[in-house]
């Protein structure tokens, strides 16, 4: 299977504060991998320099053959591949749902208006919000509005989608209907790399989870190894606290 | 004091006045917002030497008064350029639009600096992370919505722009006060043209605030229909 991720010992220090320590992982084409751990442990750290949103500070990351780390790539060329998905969503407030979708495939001229619009539709029929489409983000709820996140960041047909704690911010009620979105992209082949706190998640979809704590992976392992299994003392502790 | 005999002898040179004060302020605050936004952007731009000069700029505008910086504008300047051209002349008209532009261009500089940091940071990343390059996320994303956030102060330095035009009197801008000088110079009516300039005054401003607060509502009124 091809290597979709990979990424080699890799650093990131804040001043004197080391936030990662030498992480090594690789992810396959259409592997789902869950990232957790406690807070502060590097998680969302790890997963932004993914896509350059935090610089590092030593080691190496290829997305698709290309090095992300090098100063030379052009990263925004790049970043039309991995589409990210954040615990805030961060849609664009002065846009509508739809033109939150069309923006980047328009603007970067991947799609015409009319493309984009049709695409727009589908996306919105797939997140199960294709009656929403000429909303502002703020009239919708914190799961509607997660979801039309993540059909923007489909838009740009990326081949690998990083979740940064995208249930976090919602309220108990709305994360079902996220993650269901989120399911039927796991089943649809997307390579996903979930940072979450929902362990139920990782042990019904992810085909690998990863612990992390203080900047390093612990251990990782397939869901139910990991769960049911865990081999050091830290994943024990903290799996008795969440589950 | 026969009030309808002034206003009547009066109007005419006012008109005029009023013209050329909405004129000067409308040519002044086109270059200055351009200016602001340009000195804006240089100093948030990643060179230290641009955001240096941007730094300079505001600071020597916002230290200075605008009379002094008046003066230098039309008696200084030409002054220093006759060293080598000696047939160089200034107009008023021209050292008035440059010096008020200049102006607003500093302060409004300011507020379109505060609009840009009230936009969230998450919606910069949000559209970094989909490939759009700095530039098209500041267009497209990020000056959208400072727009709106700074469009209260904007229209603020609109009206405190339109009243500096007054200053310019000094250097002979033939603006609302300076044609009404000329009239109490010659019919010793203080009260009841200085009260009209007011009036026309007010009623320039009034009508500018009007639209802003019909723009304000425009832009909150879109984002809040459909629902």
């Known amino acids: 299977m091809k290597e979709k991720v990979i990424v080699d010992n890799l650093h990131k220090s804040y001043g004197k504060l080391k936030v990662l320590n030498g992480i090594n992982l690789s992810v396959n084409e259409g592997e789902v991998v869950c990232v957790i751990g406690p807070s502060g442990s590097?998680?969302?750290t790890f997963l932004r320099c993914l896509n350059r949103l935090e610089t590092t500070t030593g080691g190496k990351i290829f997305i698709d053959g290309f090095e992300v780390t090098n100063k030379h790539t052009d990263i925004n060329k790049i970043r039309e591949n991995i589409g990210m998905v954040f615990q805030s969503f961060n849609l664009f407030s002065h846009l509508t749902v739809k033109k939150n979708i069309m923006l980047a495939p328009v603007d970067l001229k991947k799609m015409t208006r009319e493309q984009a619009e049709k695409k727009a539709f589908e996306l919105l029929k797939r997140v199960g919000l294709e009656d929403k489409a000429d909303y502002y983000p703020h009239q919708l709820s914190g799961g509607q509005q997660q979801r039309v996140a993540i059909?923007?960041?489909?838009?740009?047909?990326?081949?690998?989608?990083?979740?940064?704690?995208?249930?976090?911010?919602?309220?108990?009620?709305?994360?079902?209907?996220?993650?269901a979105v989120m399911k039927e992209l796991a089943s649809a082949g997307m390579t996903m790399i979930v940072v979450t706190h929902?362990?139920?998640f990782a042990r019904d979809?992810?085909?690998?989870?990863?612990?992390?704590?203080?900047g390093v992976i612990l251990e990782e392992g397939k869901p139910k190894d990991l769960f049911s299994n865990p081999q050091k003392m830290r994943t024990i502790e903290f799996l008795n606290c969440v589950l | 004091m026969d009030?309808?005999?002034?206003?009547?002898?009066?109007?005419?040179?006012?008109?005029?006045?009023?013209?050329?004060?909405?004129?000067?302020?409308?040519?002044?605050?086109?270059?200055?917002?351009?200016?602001?936004?340009?000195?804006?952007?240089?100093?948030?731009?990643?060179?230290?030497?641009?955001?240096?000069?941007?730094?300079?700029?505001v600071w020597v505008i916002?230290?200075?008064?605008?009379?002094?910086?008046?003066?230098?504008?039309?008696?200084?300047?030409?002054?220093l350029i006759q060293l080598f051209n000696p047939s160089f002349r200034l107009d008023a008209y021209t050292a008035g639009v440059v010096t008020l532009s200049l102006n607003a261009g500093a302060y409004l500089s300011e507020i379109f600096r505060g609009g840009i940091s009230a936009v969230n940071k998450g919606q910069v990343e949000?559209?970094?992370?989909?490939?759009?390059?700095?530039?098209?996320?500041?267009?497209?994303?990020?000056?959208p919505q400072a727009f709106k956030v700074a469009l209260?102060?904007?229209?603020?330095?609109?009206?405190?722009?339109?009243?500096?035009?007054?200053?310019?009197?000094?250097?002979?801008?033939?603006?609302?006060?300076?044609?009404?000088?000329?009239?109490?110079?010659?019919?010793y009516q203080f009260f009841a043209t200085y009260i009209m300039v007011a009036l026309y005054y007010l009623a320039v401003i009034s009508i500018l605030m009007l639209f802003s607060r019909y723009l304000e509502k425009k832009i909150n009124y879109e984002r809040k229909s459909n629902s």
Not at chain 2, 24 to 38: K, N
């Open chain 2, 3 to 57: 009030f309808v005999r002034v206003f009547n002898q009066a109007t005419p040179l006012l008109i005029q006045g009023v013209k050329m004060t909405i004129f000067i302020s409308v040519v002044s605050l086109l270059i200055g917002m351009a200016l602001g936004l340009f000195a804006c952007l240089m100093g948030l731009s990643n060179s230290k030497i641009l955001r240096c000069i941007s730094g300079v700029y």
């Open chain 2, 126 to 143: 949000a559209a970094r992370s989909l490939g759009l390059n700095q530039t098209k996320t500041m267009i497209k994303v990020v000056l």
């Open chain 2, 152 to 187: 209260p102060s904007m229209v603020n330095q609109f009206i405190i722009t339109i009243k500096d035009t007054s200053i310019l009197s000094v250097i002979g801008l033939a603006d609302l006060v300076n044609k009404a000088k000329v009239y109490v110079g010659k019919s």
């Open chain 1, 198 to 200: 929902e362990m139920g």
């Open chain 1, 151 to 179: 059909a923007r960041a489909l838009a740009m047909s990326p081949d690998v989608m990083l979740f940064d704690e995208p249930t976090s911010a919602l309220d108990p009620e709305m994360v079902g209907e996220v993650l």
């Open chain 1, 205 to 214: 979809v992810a085909d690998r989870v990863i612990f992390m704590d203080d």
């Open chain 1, 42 to 44: 590097g998680k969302s």
């Open chain 2, 62 to 79: 916002r230290g200075t008064p605008m009379i002094v910086q008046a003066f230098i504008v039309y008696f200084g300047f030409p002054q």
